[in-house]
């Protein structure tokens, strides 16, 4: 429970006991380390139904999260996950996802370029990601326009009654995730809110997501019943394509009514899934860009030596083939046909920092692993570390630590396909994560807005904006991986003067 870096002692355990080595803790159980592409590929997909979330997760979260489909097994996991899944079709995403991620760079451009009109302004852009994340998913969720980006950021008209209550959500979404995360690091969780603070700080957060995540779906339940549930309204235009509509839509379909109640754990799960998983690797990936480039600058090497110039060179000639009349860049594209380099860059990022870095199941009967794996009985835990396995030089070769996006490509300069089981960030079998390609998607124009518009730079005043490109910043042991204290910058427009600060 003290250790600062656990993710750090999975790789030193590994190191001192190879694969499959076990912890047990009095009270919890027996854990299995198996971190190997063969194990998790078996627990993942051959043995599917015999290792589940459990009960253990589903109490931590359920005041949250409900019977949703993170926390959610067997059947009532594959309702939602059958009916969550048409949300991220190719019709969808031509139209809904990549409207929306579009108008939210437009307002990033918007945010940046006030930064950059005020010379040496340092801002934490890990607070912007995570904004713009919430935007997106309110729209694909709701149909909402929630410009949580423009009120907490105070761009354009603000002080609108949406945008406060808003603001309340987003706030109180950021303090129940932080509790969230405390009750997986601590098994005494509910006796310690009992007594201190985080007990009664959830307690106020969750009314607010609840109120205000129900208020949002009893307006547009209402609006739905009113409808016939054939109504033209829910069959084929904009509509159609948000979660709330399709999961109604089910609903009706097959004769069950929902409540509210359940509607809103539904939605509220998809967005822990979605925010700060994506916001994560934006702000590691920005690290990881200015942090090449200091590292550069130190050795004298050309200014187009660094990451952010060649994917810069890598944008421009994308932008420049549309202009031209190329092939309209369609969001459900192959975006690593589009453009390589930045897709290499991010999937480089979350080798290295996984937005999920570590992950459990509870196996539900006794079984053996394959390929001399230990034998496991029913109730052990089994433990995969994302983090380990992209560390590791097994997998990854002898230069498994160093940040090399060219790793992902290939000679002839396509993307090298890599087996799921071991680039595994987005999970992989029927949990494989939902949002992938949206996630990959909105990253990387978030990403490319920044870098083909901004100069940007480290603000080296605060010290966990290490520029060391071997020792990164920390990270909070947390449910997902997100940047102790948060990624300070500087930025101009491209272009302008040559100093920052
Ligand atoms: C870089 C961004 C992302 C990463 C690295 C990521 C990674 C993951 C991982 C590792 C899991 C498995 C979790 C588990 O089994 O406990 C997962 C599940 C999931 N993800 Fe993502 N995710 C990202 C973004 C998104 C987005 C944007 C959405 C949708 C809005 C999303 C929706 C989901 C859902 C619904 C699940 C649960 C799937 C199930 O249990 O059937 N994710 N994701």
Redesign the pocket.
Known sequence: MNNKRPLEEHVRLFQRYGYGYTITIPGLGRIIDISRPDWIEHVQKTRFQDYVKGKRFRDKTFDMLGNG??AADSHE?FIQ?KV?SRIFTARTFDGMISRTVSEGCGHLQSLLSEHADKPGDSFGIHEIFEDLAMDT?FR?AFNEPVDSLRSSHRLGPSGSSQAEQYKDFSKAFGTAIKVLDMRFVNPCWRMGERFSKSGKEIKDALKVIHGFAGEIISRKAASFRQHSPDSKVFEGGDESTDLLSLFMKHSVATGKSIEDKDLSCFVL??LI??RD??AE?CTWMTWRLLADQQDRRRRNEPPSSCLWERLRVELDGLDDYVRRGGNQVKASFDQGRLMPLMYATFHET?RLH???PK?IRRATCKDILPNGGPLIEEGDFVLWSDWAMGRNPTLWGADADLFRPERWIDESGSIRRESVYKAH???AGP?V????K??IF??LQIMKAIIQNFDMELDMSKKYSSDDPASPPPYVNALTLPMKGGLYVRCRKRGGPDRLD
């Open positions: 489909i993170f996991w996950r969550s998913f694909v799960n998809l899934a979605g998983t994506t690797a979350l996984p937005s999920i992950n960030f987005f999970s949990r994560c939902l949002g992938q949206m996630a909105e990253g």
